[in-house]
């Protein structure tokens, strides 16, 4: 990792070097895909909200989320679990957005440790959550999540989702 060396070398990490980096990387993001390099292949970038403050790899903030979502050149994939340990704002995220949303990562965790777990299983407000997706206007990908421990649990999982979305189930 030649940006952590040279963080040693020339200086003690902090906010301002995470800051510095993510915005060098947020930057790269935006520019190859404003030159439509995956367009060609008819491939589709989801850009998902990963990393954590509390373990330093936070990637974008929920600020960072919200206006990367208006690029055209891509959508947005919103991992709940992630969004939770970093103190979004889960269902206002959702409707924010709307459509720009593409994909769900469905997880749960205690707010501290992006731990995997079953929906409910955690402190996601899940109601308002399912509720802001039902207002979406067209269904988006939704992908259960959870850490292989919780295996048992999946098709619980799928239930719920057909239950709290009913309309959007295929």
Request: negative net charge.
């Amino acid at each position: 990792d030649t940006a952590g060396k040279e963080e040693g070398r020339y200086g003690q990490p902090g906010k301002s070097s995470r800051t510095g980096r993510r915005k060098r990387l947020l930057r790269l993001f935006k520019d190859n895909m404003a030159a439509g390099l995956a367009e060609p292949y008819g491939v589709k970038i989801l850009l998902e909200n990963i990393g954590s403050w509390r373990e330093n790899n936070l990637m974008v903030t929920e600020e960072d989320f919200i206006a990367l979502s208006k690029g055209d050149k891509w959508g947005m994939l919103l991992d709940t679990g992630h969004a939770n340990v970093n103190g979004w704002d889960i269902p206002s995220l959702i409707r924010t957005l709307g459509s720009r949303i593409k994909g769900f990562h469905l997880h749960d965790n205690d707010g501290m440790t992006d731990s995997h777990q079953p929906i409910y299983n955690g402190t996601i407000p899940w109601n308002d959550v399912f509720a802001a997706i039902s207002e979406m206007p067209s269904p988006p990908d939704l992908t259960v999540e959870y850490n292989p421990k919780y295996a048992d649990d999946i098709m619980a999982a799928v239930e719920v989702i057909r239950n709290e979305l009913p309309h959007k189930a295929k």
